[in-house]
C-alpha cells in the first residue's frame, strides 16, 4: 500500500504561481511512477504530468508546469507558473509500477484525497 497526501492548492490569480506537493508514504517511493492529473466540475479527469525518470506533460500545461520527485523525501512535485483560469480543478496525486504509469488514469494504483486549486481572472 502506498497512502498519498497532497497539498499546496489555494486560490492565485491569473499569472501568478502555485507549488503543490504530494507526500507519499507506505512501500519504497522509487519504484513508483508518479502523476498529477486534474479534474475540473463536470468534467473527466485529465492527465497533467508524469515523472519516471524523466517527466513528460499536457500539451496544455508544457512550458508552464514543471514535475520533479525526492526519492530521498518521498515527495513529488508540481510547479506551476503562468496560472490560468482554465486550471481551475482539483489536482490530484498518483501511484503506479515505474513501466505502466502514463498518461492514463488507469495506469495508476494509488490516488491522493486532491487538493484545489482556483485561478481568478
Known amino acids: 500500500q502506498v497512502q498519498l497526501v497532497e497539498s499546496g492548492g489555494g486560490l492565485v490569480q491569473a499569472g501568478g504561481s502555485l507549488r503543490l506537493s504530494c507526500a507519499a508514504s507506505?512501500?519504497?517511493?522509487?519504484?513508483?511512477?508518479m502523476g498529477w492529473f486534474r479534474q475540473a466540475p463536470g468534467k473527466e479527469r485529465d492527465f497533467v504530468a508524469r515523472?519516471?525518470?524523466?517527466?513528460s506533460y499536457a500539451d496544455s500545461v508544457k512550458g508552464r508546469f514543471t514535475i520533479s520527485r525526492d526519492n530521498a523525501k518521498n515527495t513529488v512535485y508540481l510547479q506551476m507558473n503562468s496560472l490560468k483560469p482554465e486550471d481551475t480543478a482539483v489536482y490530484y496525486c498518483a501511484a503506479g509500477p515505474m513501466l505502466r504509469a502514463g498518461t492514463s488514469a488507469g495506469e495508476y494504483d494509488y490516488w491522493g484525497q486532491g487538493t484545489q486549486v482556483t485561478v481568478s481572472s
Open positions: 515523472i519516471s525518470w524523466s517527466g
Open positions: 507506505g512501500r519504497t517511493f522509487s519504484v513508483y511512477g
